[in-house]
């Protein structure tokens, strides 16, 4: 482990400090190369000596994050990252531990594990590049995919839901829940460094364009012309408006959230729903704006802290635990441990 | 230690000496003879006795009351004479009502004493046990041939805790102790221990430690007292190697040895870990040595208590997984990830009846298979094996030695029956025990140039380096990967080299294993028995009396199935025969006659039970008389 003092002496890293010596293979315009160019322009911001960072992804396209980080890395088996990094963290809760998954690896294969890894709350920041399809295995749909989505394994249409990512994180107890896109690189920084300060797993799913099998998906959130209608940039404290110009905003009528528009009926900046990350009922409200409408009304999509909360991490429970107990009890020998208390002599 | 209550004999009895004993307690899963059993045992092995015990449960936790399938039953071989097994037969059996009589009179000998509770066969009893009306076992001269003693224990049991503040529930739950207390009359044993034991368990309720001790000691005096018993037994102390000694399980040793383990190799221990009978115990005997740095992670499946072990491991710490057969399956895919990252693990399956949930409470040796193949790919790992329940220790000690030299994953079996079964353990000094530190690589093995994670040394091992270790960051993952730099690589011939490098490391285990030898006979003759794991005890008593009697055949136990002992193929072309017994159909039988071309006889048994004594005997006298 590096002292402050080392840390403080050592030269500011660079993102091409966090760059390794394998050449990215990603589909060229694959919104996966957005996301490594803003992790590795975050990272030196945030101080953590590169050795002692560990990524720790699935399989998938995205999974081959890990590769590209000159740090430590697992690049492990689909849908287990979450079990692999719990380990590592559990046994060394100083290291900065990293994880990467598509969303089949995250939602599907790997459904289960994300659940329990957002219940248990290790100091973990989780990021999920949904791109709405399985990339590596060649186009099939995937868990978050849109009902009715044609893809190889569906060429009449899937006829099934999708999870929503932020409201099964939510339901999982998630103690943070943020969303970004691979599109907006000074958002998906902020995200990222909000993540990483967030002691508590971090949740951030990343919308990620797949050129090849899922083409513009999530364009209506990043390109010019309906960006600002239809997504609802987050910040804490700031009242929900979205809109072409700004004129639209959101207000909570007891639960039920009410578009208005900010140019008529008087209706006022003052009256609107302010953003409140640490308010789980109405993250709840915020993360359903999703596939739920309201008198027929689609809400923007929400992007930013959707839910922040402080909670004691799993890796301090179980450290402290072993503490308290050996501070009260003392560490026994290993001769003690042999004999147990019941033993008997034969001379 | 000094008795409580007058031991002189209260009527004329003859004490019997006895070489050895076998007592079958036997009764309903509420019947307490789990705890029965145990503290018979524990007295037993106290007073200097060598013991065997062979605990037997239900599948389900609370199968109907009075029916067969709830019988739940605890064995003790207990003599002053050195004991491998707990017993073909027994001597007394306990029968608390009608189905346990039912189930278990069959195994007693000839003209064995049977104990029962008659409150436990009235009609109610005798028809939930499945007699026919009217039958009554009791009294249709079934037990024609035994010693009987019929008991209304249930009502002595209320008869001596009558104007007790405790409800009718808990003192019908207090008749196993007037067992107990009889049952120590009978043999001669102190029930101090006992006494002991029920004041510090019930110490917050004093009611019901009163209530146990005053039907213990009723036992006792009914024994004394009554004249029904002309005879008491005396089993000398056994004429064990000196020593401290104390009792132990096999899943209780098992994590003793992984503290222990930790220990000597200077590594953090962590367990991932998904309930399982009947492994669970090693879930739950670990999660109490939280002083000693243990980290315990009860994982939501077995995947992620295998990739959670893995995680531990890759950070630099003893990563271990436990499990029985249908977890071992769910941990397949992970295996095949830790034997290409090529990182120690400790994979631990306690098998019991397959497949699925087959037999979950009995025992069985059927996953040696899916040990050694149950793989994707090309992927061998090292196979061992625990023989009793004390070897658990010596075995996991092992496995962790040649995961963390070897830098691989290592499959480690024992079984239900040893897990459960106890044994008395000569312990070692923690200053006897061989340290095999680990030294975690800090400095660059490829100076100036990148860091090789996957250059190796002689035994073909891979650097283990901890993330944290400054400079030395590399990545590591489940594709192919290069050979030394361990960089990504779908080259074809460096995959055929990576999959021949990997098999060649751990077929040189073999040069850091003890050859094999024989365990009981000599190194040629007509027969030898070869064994692997549970089997140990019943095998070595069959071939000793064989030899005792004479016979040519020698017994030759394997600790290391994969990879083999490198001479045990010239060992075992030294006999005339061969016989492989096992708790399956078969599964040692053709690893030894694919690697050896040997034509070896198979003994097959699969029926959760463990082989008796005269099983193997009848066997080996039958190949020798041929
Ligand atoms: C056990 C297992 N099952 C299936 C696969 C095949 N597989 C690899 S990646 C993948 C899905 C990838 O989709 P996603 O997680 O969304 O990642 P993306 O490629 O889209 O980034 C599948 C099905 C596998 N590698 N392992
Ligand atoms: S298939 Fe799609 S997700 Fe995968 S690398 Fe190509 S563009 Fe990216
Ligand atoms: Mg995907």
């Not at chain 1, 998630?174 to 002691?199: C, G, I, T, W, Y």
């Not at chain 2, 070595?540 to 030759?556: L, M, N, P, W």
Request: with cysteine.
């Amino acid at each position: 482990m590096t002292t402050i003092a080392e840390q403080q002496a050592a030269p500011k890293l660079t993102a091409k400090d966090f760059a390794s010596n394998q050449e990215v293979k990603w589909c060229p315009g694959c919104g996966d190369y957005s996301i490594l160019k803003q992790v590795q322009t975050v990272f030196p911001d945030f101080g953590v000596p590169k050795e002692d960072i560990v990524f720790i992804s699935g399989i998938g396209c995205a999974a081959r994050f890990t590769y590209y980080m000159d740090t430590y890395g697992m690049h492990s088996i689909h849908g287990r990252a979450a079990a692999i990094a719990s380990g590592v963290k559990s046994l060394n809760p100083n290291l900065s531990v990293w994880m990467v998954s598509g969303d089949g690896d995250a939602f599907s294969i790997g459904g289960n594990h994300f659940i329990h890894l957002m219940r248990k709350n290790f100091d973990i920041n989780y990021l999920v590049f949904n791109n709405q399809i399985y990339g590596l295995t060649k186009g099939q749909y995937s868990p978050t995919s849109e009902k009715g989505k044609v893809a190889k394994s569906t060429p009449y249409g899937s006829v099934e839901e999708p999870f929503n990512p932020s409201e099964l994180a939510l339901g999982a107890k998630a103690s943070f829940v943020a969303r970004s896109l691979d599109r907006d690189p000074k958002h998906m920084q902020m995200v990222l460094k909000r993540a990483n300060e967030h002691k508590g797993t971090s949740f951030v799913e990343i919308y990620q364009n797949c050129p090849v099998f899922n083409d513009g998906t999530f364009f209506a959130y990043s390109e010019k012309e309906t960006k600002k209608e239809q997504s609802l940039m987050l910040e804490h404290g700031k009242p929900l408006i979205f809109g072409a110009t700004d004129n639209k905003g959101i207000k909570l009528d007891g639960t039920k959230p009410v578009i208005v528009d900010l140019n008529e009926n008087g209706n006022s900046v003052n009256d609107l729903w302010v953003h409140d990350e640490h308010d789980k009922t109405k993250a709840h409200i915020i993360a359903g704006f999703f596939d739920t409408q309201y008198d027929g009304i689609n809400y923007p999509r929400p992007f930013g802290v959707i839910y922040q909360e402080f909670r004691p991490t799993y890796e301090e429970g179980m450290q402290n635990q072993i503490d308290e107990l050996i501070a009260r009890k003392g560490k026994p020998s290993l001769d003690k441990i042999l004999s147990g208390d019941k033993t008997w002599t034969i001379l | 230690m000094e008795s409580v209550i007058d031991q002189k004999p209260g009527h004329v009895t003859s004490l019997v000496e006895a070489d050895s004993i076998v007592i079958r307690f036997s009764g309903d899963s509420g019947d307490g003879m789990q705890l029965t059993g145990t503290q018979f045992t524990d007295t037993a092995a106290f007073f200097g006795k060598d013991i065997s015990t062979f605990p037997e449960f239900p599948a389900e936790i609370r199968a109907p009351i009075g029916t067969t399938a709830g019988v739940s039953g605890f064995q003790v071989h207990f003599g002053s004479k050195e004991i491998f097994t707990p017993g073909d037969e027994y001597d007394v059996l306990v029968a608390m009502n009608s189905a346990a009589l039912k189930v278990d009179l069959h195994q007693l000998k000839k003209g064995g004493i049977v104990i029962v509770n008659t409150a436990g066969f009235d009609k109610k009893n005798l028809g939930l046990a499945g007699y026919a009306d009217g039958a009554n076992p009791l009294e249709d001269g079934t037990l024609e041939g035994y010693t009987v003693h019929k008991i209304d224990v249930t009502k002595f049991t209320k008869e001596c805790l009558a104007g007790s503040s405790l409800g009718m529930k808990e003192i019908e739950r207090s008749k196993n102790m007037f067992v107990l207390g009889l049952l120590f009359w009978m043999f001669d044993e102190s029930m101090d221990h006992t006494i002991a034991f029920i004041n510090e368990k019930f110490a917050k309720k004093p009611d019901i430690a009163e209530a146990n001790i005053k039907t213990l000691k009723a036992g006792w005096n009914y024994g004394d007292h009554t004249e029904i018993f002309v005879n008491r037994y005396k089993v000398a102390p056994a004429k064990l190697p000196k020593g401290v000694y104390r009792n132990i399980s096999g899943n209780a040793a098992t994590a003793i040895g992984l503290v222990a383990a930790a220990e000597l190799s200077g590594l953090p221990l962590f367990l991932g870990s998904y309930p399982i009978t009947p492994a669970s115990d090693v879930l739950h005997e670990l999660a109490k040595y939280k002083t000693s740095n243990v980290k315990t992670f009860q994982a939501e499946d077995e995947i992620a208590a295998i990739c959670a072990a893995i995680g531990a491991s890759y950070a630099g710490g003893l990563g271990v997984t436990t499990t029985s057969g249908p977890g071992m399956a769910l941990k397949t895919e992970a295996l095949g990830l830790a034997t290409i990252l090529e990182i120690p693990l400790l994979v631990i399956d306690i098998q019991r009846g397959g497949p699925s949930t087959g037999l979950p409470t009995k025992t069985e040796q059927s996953d040696l298979m899916q040990a050694m193949y149950g793989r994707h790919g090309e992927g061998p790992l090292p196979v061992i094996a625990a023989c009793s329940p004390s070897d658990c220790f010596d075995t996991i000690l092992e496995a962790a030695r040649i995961a963390t030299e070897h830098m691989t994953p290592v499959i480690v079996l024992t079984d239900g029956y040893i897990a459960n079964g106890s044994e008395p353990w000569r312990f070692p000094a923690a200053a006897d025990l061989k340290p095999f530190k680990v030294n975690f690589v800090t400095e660059n093995n490829n100076p100036g140039g990148t860091f090789k994670p996957y250059k190796r040394d002689e035994k073909l091992s891979r650097p283990w380096v901890k993330p944290g270790t400054k400079e030395l960051m590399h990545r590591i993952g489940g594709l192919e990967k290069q050979n030394e730099t361990g960089n990504v690589s779908y080259d074809a011939k460096n995959h055929e080299t990576m999959t021949r490098i990997r098999a060649e490391k751990i077929q040189k285990i073999a040069d850091y294993i003890p050859l094999a030898k024989p365990d009981s006979g000599k190194d040629k003759g007509k027969l030898v028995v070869l064994g692997w794991g549970s089997t140990s005890g019943a095998i070595k008593t069959a071939v000793r009396e064989a030899i005792a009697e004479g016979y040519d055949v020698s017994h030759v136990h394997l600790q290391h199935i994969n990879p083999f002992p490198k001479n045990l193929g010239e060992l075992l072309s030294n006999y005339d025969n061969l016989l492989i017994p096992e708790m399956n159909c078969g599964q040692l039988l053709q690893l030894i006659r694919a690697k050896y071309l040997l034509p070896a006889i198979g003994l097959s048994k699969v029926q959760g039970l463990p082989f008796t004594t005269s099983e193997l005997k009848n066997k080996i006298l039958e190949i020798l008389k041929s």
